[in-house]
């Protein structure tokens, strides 16, 4: 169960290499969290992950998960769930793709789509099912700003973000008096693994301080978080230009 100041006991994170989702329970072991489970592809770096996190005092335990075969999702997240409840499902897995490369190799394409919202919408459910037979937790999904509307630059990643973001916001609304908790977190630029040598786009952040906003957004029981929060006027304001004006911009 939730500690006394909203905080979960329990993790099960979806996509268990991923930097800002290992901030983030870092940040949660730290505050007492001490079961956790990283989901993913068997490889030496989620146990090394792992191995970090047991190393903060957290019993870490992993299990086998792969976005893209949905058909073992239930199987999966229904191990970990016969092992007691969950107060936390953060689905955190994602790729970005290579814009100018899988415009030319369409199967690319429908790996990224298929990986970030595919295999979000099969996992969510699952994941959501299951808090929903317990009577409690959340599930706190990994969204981004680039959703909010496709660039020109990386229509094929913002597409997919922009499935999940309206995916994971329709199963907050169907989910609402529950004692299911959905939460959308919307990141700008993070400087990662994944943007290692992209250029830095303006108020760029770093998976601490998503991990930070996530940790205040389940204290706040928040349902959409924006990292940095200046982020909320910008994409607002870009949501609103015209086409003909944004398709000017160095987007």
Known sequence: MKDAFGLPQSLLVLGGTSEIALATVR?????????????????????????????????????????????????????????????????AFGVLGDQAHDEREPLNAV???????????????????????????SLV?????????????????????????????????ALHGTGVHVMVVRPGFVRSRMTEGMAEAPLATTPEAVATAIELGLRRRSETVWVPGALRVVMSAVRHLPRTVFRRLPV
């Open 27 to 91: 940040r949660l072991v730290a505050r007492r969290a001490r079961t956790v489970w990283l989901a993913g592809r068997p490889s030496p770096a989620l146990e090394a992950a792992a191995e970090q996190l047991r190393g903060l005092g957290a019993e870490v335990r992993t299990v086998a998960f792969d976005a893209l075969e949905p058909e073992s999702h239930e199987a999966a997240l229904g191990k970990v769930f016969a092992e007691g409840d969950i107060d936390l499902v953060l689905l």
């Open 111 to 137: 790996r990224v789509a298929q990986t970030n919202y595919t295999g979000a919408v099969s996992a969510g459910l699952v994941a959501a099912r299951s808090l929903q037979a317990q009577g409690h937790g």
């Open 141 to 173: 999904v990994l969204s981004s700003v680039a959703g909010e509307r496709a660039r020109r630059a990386n229509f094929i990643y913002g597409s997919s973000k922009a499935g999940l973001d309206a995916f994971a916001q329709g199963l907050g609304d």
